[in-house]
């Protein structure tokens, strides 16, 4: 059998591939539709993958066990974060070129290895921290806060990928039987009515246009819910900064798939600051390889 970190890499990759997807059609949408709208209705038909999973595996009986104050507490914060998460990366992709906004919110994962300390009690020693630091320097090189061409939109990607990464490593704090899908749905439903709540406080909604544009969002829901699916199982099957840096083959794919919808290659942006990006991920994934053969042979 297939080691623990080994198949959720696997499932990391394909939930990257689907984010990536999602956020090509959320650029499409983004010109027509308020951000919070997309948001909405995101999180609307994102409920589907997790639907089909309790269904699959016969887990809805595990539902009434979300039903307690911790973990409804939990789901909150989660819900919080994701609506706010989403709404800076879904505007960044509006604003900026796609390839850009996706590699900035790549910095996820040291934001993981960070937050791993003060929530999970996790030890982050001198090369982790080291990662972290080249990590943040590859954004600093690719947003060029001090040149004539940034704008302040290349921040919210940062932003997006801190609140995600506040998603993503409260997940390790719900029961290990507890199933991803049930803990998906719960969220993908709370983060809908905040959602919701706050496109009618602060933004007017359009009406969908077209049959066209209505399967668009489906899409947007079913590869946005399937990536976030993939990404909670994911970190549930291993340590979150053992499979964090995964998420980093996301970059490329999104280089692809900016170069296929909208004609975009912005190299120029992009390196060198990629590259200390990369190579922080990869810094991570060596360390945490080398810390489990230590911990294998102690044993």
Known sequence: MLPPVLIAA?????GVLAFDMMGVL???????????????????FGVLPAVFLLWRAGAFASLPAMMNRRLLLLTLIRSMAVVLAQFSFYTALTRIEFATATALAFCGPMFITA??????????GVWRWSAIIIGFVGVITIMQPFEDGFVWFMVLPVMAAFFYAVSSILVRLF?????????QLNQQVLTCVIALAALLIFQQPVPVASVNDGLLFVLVGIFGGTGVMCIVIAY?????????????????ISFCLGWVFFAEAPFGDLFPGIIFIVSAGILIMVRERITARRAAGGA
Request: proline share 12%.
């Open 10 to 14: 696997g499932v990391m990759l394909f």
């Open 26 to 44: 959320v650029r499409m949408l983004g010109g027509t539709y308020p951000i919070l709208q997309i948001a909405v209705l995101r999180n609307l």
């Open 115 to 124: 937050l791993s300390i003060p929530v999970l009690g996790h030890h982050v």
């Open 175 to 183: 029961p290990s039987e507890m199933p991803s899908a049930a803990i």
């Open 236 to 252: 549930r099957l291993a340590d979150p900064s053992s499979v964090s840096p995964f998420e980093y083959f996301g970059i490329p």
